[in-house]
């Protein structure tokens, strides 16, 4: 008697679970626009680059600054400015930390920036409570540019060598 080959089915990879809704209409979207052609290197300068803007002690110039600098560097405006505003929480909560230590920056020529002090001062010499608030925001200012001088690069180093492992170029 001879053997009868036994029938071979045909081998059906295992079934890939169904994505939600969200994740297929919003989230994998978002992230086909955001690394759109972006090379590891270009994507870890746009996250250190959105997070220091989005850390910038004045409000309102976060998305002028963000477009400027990613339209100069060609890098994606859209995921810059995403991370950029992405920070706006703590933006808010540091604002006022920067402002207070960027007076005492400028010594005896600013008093300190309190609450009750900026009051007394619009309610009684409105011009002092300007030149204080100017020597803040600059004071303010100059702690950022030299807090994003460490943090950027620190961001950048760290996140290149984790996208060149995911993205491919």
């Given at each position: 008697?001879?053997?009868?080959?036994?029938?071979t089915l045909p081998v059906t990879p295992?079934?890939?679970?169904?994505?939600?809704?969200?994740?297929?209409r919003m989230v994998q979207p978002l992230l086909g626009l955001l690394s759109q052609g972006l090379t590891p290197h270009q994507l870890a300068l746009t996250v250190a680059l959105g997070t220091?803007?989005?850390?910038?002690?004045?409000?309102?110039?976060t998305t002028?600054?963000?477009?400027v600098t990613a339209m100069r560097l060609r890098l994606n405006v859209a995921a810059t400015l995403l991370i950029a505003h992405l920070w706006s929480p703590v933006q808010l909560l540091l604002i006022i930390p920067f402002m207070s230590q960027g007076a005492k920056l400028w010594g005896s020529h600013a008093p300190a920036l309190t609450l009750e002090k900026l009051k007394y001062l619009f309610a009684n010499d409105w011009v002092g409570a300007l030149q204080l608030l100017w020597y803040a925001l600059l004071g303010g200012l100059a702690l950022w540019a030299g807090a994003c001088l460490l943090l950027g690069p620190l961001i950048y180093?760290?996140?290149?060598p984790v996208l060149r492992r995911f993205v491919k170029e």
């Open positions: 008697m001879t053997e009868r080959p036994e029938p295992p079934a890939v679970p169904p994505q939600g809704w969200v994740r297929r220091s803007f989005g850390l910038v002690p004045v409000l309102g110039i002028l600054l963000s477009t180093f760290i996140l290149r």
